[in-house]
């Protein structure tokens, strides 16, 4: 029998700073990716090696072993990861109501013409494959 694969926990917010960082960029070192990070926000070389291992600890991030600087990458996508925590959002701070979220969402900042444009063809487009 195969063991099930544990689910992975939603980042805390700098392992998804370094996630962001290693999906805009690709493969880093911790040198790369901490030189990046402190360029918003000072960030001290032994938190990002920590934290790196942290994430490589918890499936977030694969270590390449055989190159010097060991080089990290994610092991989870961006697209996945948002939907994830979208998902956590939608049941733990909505109860599972896409309608109050959405509409929240929409009446915390003012929203562009493109972008109610944008979500008027995707409500048509979800109700044309509802029918």
């Given amino acids: ?27 880093l070192s ?31 991030v694969d270590r390449d072993e055989s190159v010097r600087p060991q080089v990290y990458r994610p092991t989870v996508s961006q697209q996945d990861t948002q939907r994830q925590l979208v998902r956590d959002l939608l049941t733990r701070a909505y109860g599972g109501s896409v309608k109050s979220l959405v509409l929240h969402a929409l009446g915390t900042s003012r929203t562009s013409a493109h972008t109610v444009r944008e979500i008027e063809k995707l409500l048509d487009d979800m109700e044309r494959g509802a029918k």
């Fill in 1 to 27: 029998m195969t063991p099930k694969a544990s689910p992975r926990a939603n980042p805390t917010n700098l392992e998804l700073a370094i996630l962001r960082v290693l999906w805009e960029h690709g493969p």
């Fill in 30 to 60: 911790v040198r790369e990716v901490q030189k990046i990070l402190d360029a918003a926000k000072p960030t001290g070389y032994t938190t990002v090696l920590k934290m790196l291992q942290i994430m490589t600890d918890k499936r977030l």
